[in-house]
């Protein structure tokens, strides 16, 4: 199991606010006999400047909370808020202005344009959106990030590691206020994965971003503040300072009461890509590269 350093284990008491906030958050697709209640009455806050998990079995909700969190998909009823923002009365054009300003995002496939360097792939949503970067924060992210020497490479040039680091780097660029990463290490080998969530780590240690994944990995989960765990649509517990053995224990818990397993019982740090709760990036309403839930989707 991938031990993560112990760094991160800060005081959860004091957050320094909530990032995003649901109340009574239902969404249900389908109609008549038919509906699926994916989402049922969650309630969640986000804190702010931390670094939290979404486990769950394969259909209990994750990628639905995530998309709702963050105005990719439209609610059946409740509230969500991000800041101050109730994101869930804002019309289509508010809401791409809103993802495209306030939100960054990262998914397992990189969405990378492959015929920009890495450095116009980090810029490119604030390139589309006329946002001139903060020179000095996107040098901090692009050191952060290890990525300084590669700025000038296309896409194909870079290994499956860097592509991810240029993904991230994108998402940190214009300084969200969240950054939502969806089986962010799902393509990656182990040790690339690792990389990829150390990165995680420090855009939340040393730039006080603020991160929610989701995985089906205790290994990766391991890596965050806050695990929240859902069942059939609903928080059904949540795990601070998680150990990767702690969240698998957890996850078991699922298993044994019949649900679809989605935890990988081995040492690895991947997603679970190939794993049996795989559908999280390929669930019916996972965001993928274009249409309104594209990041890059130009108002
Ligand atoms: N567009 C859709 N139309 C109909 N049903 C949907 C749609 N999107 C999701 N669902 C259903 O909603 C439930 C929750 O799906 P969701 O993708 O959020 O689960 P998940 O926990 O992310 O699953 P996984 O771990 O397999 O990715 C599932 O029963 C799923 O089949």
């Excluded at 031990?3 to 389908?30: C, M, N, Q, V, W």
């Excluded at 209990?60 to 609610?75: I, N, Q």
């Excluded at 009823?77 to 869930?88: C, F, H, K, R, S």
């Excluded at 205790?218 to 649509?233: M, T």
Aim: glycine content about 10%; some cysteine.
């Amino acid at each position: 199991m991938s031990t993560p350093s112990a760094a991160h284990l800060t005081d959860l008491a004091e957050p320094a606010g909530i990032a995003a906030r649901a109340r009574g958050l239902t969404k249900a697709y389908g109609s008549g006999e038919t509906t699926v209640l994916a989402l049922d009455a969650v309630d969640v806050d986000i804190a702010r400047g931390r670094f939290t998990a979404v486990m769950g079995p394969s259909g209990s909700g994750k990628s639905t909370l995530m998309h709702c969190l963050a105005g990719l998909d439209s609610v059946s009823a409740g509230q969500v808020w991000l800041g101050d923002t109730e994101i869930t009365s804002l019309r289509e054009r508010e809401l791409t202005r809103l993802r495209r300003d306030r939100i960054g995002f990262m998914f397992q496939a990189f969405n990378l344009l492959p015929t920009l360097n890495a450095r116009e792939n980090i810029t490119l949503p604030m390139d589309i959106a006329g946002r001139k970067p903060d020179a000095e924060w996107l040098e901090r992210v692009i050191d952060t990030l290890g990525l300084r020497d590669r700025l000038g490479h296309r896409p194909a040039q870079l290994s499956g590691g860097q592509q991810q680091r240029v993904a991230c780097a994108r998402a940190l660029a214009s300084r969200p206020e969240l950054i939502f990463a969806d089986e962010p290490t799902g393509n990656l080998d182990s040790r690339a994965g690792l990389e990829v969530l150390g990165f995680l780590r420090e855009a939340v240690d040393e730039l006080a971003q603020t991160v929610v994944m989701v995985t089906h990995d205790p290994g990766a989960a391991a890596h965050s503040d806050l695990v929240l765990f859902l069942g059939d649509g609903r928080i059904v517990d949540r795990m601070e300072r998680p150990t990767a053995e702690a969240v698998l224990e957890r996850m078991k818990r699922f298993d044994s009461l019949g649900a679809v397993p989605s935890a990988r019982a081995d040492a690895s740090v991947r997603g679970g890509s190939d794993g049996p709760g795989s559908a999280g990036a390929s669930s019916p309403g996972a965001p993928q590269a274009a249409g309104a839930d594209d990041p890059l989707r130009k108002d």
